[in-house]
């Protein structure tokens, strides 16, 4: 059995993740931690079973309180990173959605996490199809290297651009040289019409209500243009992702950037 805390409950993934760990057999939720404590239990939440679960203010009380194996963290930018430090240091293996992490970040992380020999992850994206979208991307970039990334999300999204877009550039790094794109003149006549950088990849960020988690690459070539492109319709297609990280954990002893490096 592993003893699972989610923080984030009430947030669009903490609910769906909630739900995955209390249908899952080997998997106990022992609490849930969110920073809106009192005044509500967890059937309050919209398509909530009634469940019987502590809930907690903080992360520090309830590593006191109780048994925790995996945390699973789905916050906010700042709050997953503290979360995540507060978990190696309590000897908990964090698993984390939460986006926003620099290069800075991992490599700290990862240093943490070896000294004290536990498993962690961060994942950008959970959704299958979209690490699939990633990696034909990374496959694509080889021969097509002038490459655009266009992200959409719902508009309550806080970071930009999305960890995918940072992770997808990050793969295409590994296979592409730097290079400038478009016209080696070319000029903004309106600040950030030309998105972020990266090598001379561009990352567009749309955020617009109804959208939920959509990215779209596309690569030129001479004469052609290739379009690879994920859309996550639903919270539901990232839970069989965070359901391995959460298995997979519990046998690392190091920091695993990235769910294409567990999936068979
Ligand atoms: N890796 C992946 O596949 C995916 C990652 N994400 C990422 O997951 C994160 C959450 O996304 P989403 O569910 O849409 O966001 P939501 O805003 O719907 O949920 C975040 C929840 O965290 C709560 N929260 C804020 N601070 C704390 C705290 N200190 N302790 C506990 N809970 C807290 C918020 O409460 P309140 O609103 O009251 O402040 C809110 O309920 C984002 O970083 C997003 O980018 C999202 C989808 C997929
Ligand atoms: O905030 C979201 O919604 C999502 N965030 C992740 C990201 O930043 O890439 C994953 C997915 O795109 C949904």
């Known amino acids: 059995m592993i003893n699972i805390v989610v923080a984030g409950p009430r947030g669009n993934m903490g ?14 939720l022992t609490a849930v931690v969110d920073h809106k404590n009192g005044g509500w239990t967890m059937k309050d939440v919209e398509g909530m079973p009634s469940l019987d679960v502590p809930i907690f203010e903080n ?18 930018p700042d709050i997953g990173k503290k ?11 964090p698993v984390i959605g939460t986006t926003g992490f620099t290069d800075e970040d991992v490599k700290r992380l990862r240093e943490k996490a ?17 690490v699939l ?18 992200e959409q999300h719902h508009d309550r999204k806080l970071d930009a651009p999305s960890g995918t877009a940072i992770k997808t550039a990050q793969l295409i790094q590994e296979v592409r040289d730097p290079k400038v794109q478009g016209h080696p003149e070319e000029t903004e006549e309106l600040s950030g019409s030309r998105g972020a950088n990266i090598d001379g990849m561009h990352i567009h960020s749309v955020r617009l209500p109804g959208r939920v988690a959509h990215q779209e690459v596309i690569l030129g070539g001479e004469g052609q243009t290739l379009s690879i492109r994920h859309d996550s319709m639903n919270r539901t297609s990232f839970m069989p ?24």
């Not at 997979?248 to 002893?253: C, F």
């Open 59 to 76: 992360l520090e009380t309830c590593f006191h309180d109780v048994d925790v194996d995996v945390l699973v963290d789905l916050t906010r």
């Open 114 to 130: 070896e000294s004290k020999r536990l498993g962690a992850m961060i994942v950008p994206n959970f959704a299958i199809g979209a």
């Open 241 to 264: 992702g965070v359901k391995l990280a959460c298995e997979t954990v519990m046998n690392l002893e190091t920091l695993v950037y990235g769910l294409e490096h567990i999936i068979e």
């Open 15 to 28: 609910k769906e993740a909630v739900k995955m760990v209390t249908e899952t057999e080997d998997f106990q």
């Open 133 to 150: 979208m990633m990696k034909f991307s990374q496959m694509a970039a080889k021969y097509m290297q002038d490459v655009e990334i266009i």
């Open 83 to 93: 979360h995540m430090e507060l978990a190696l240091d309590n000897g908990v293996r």
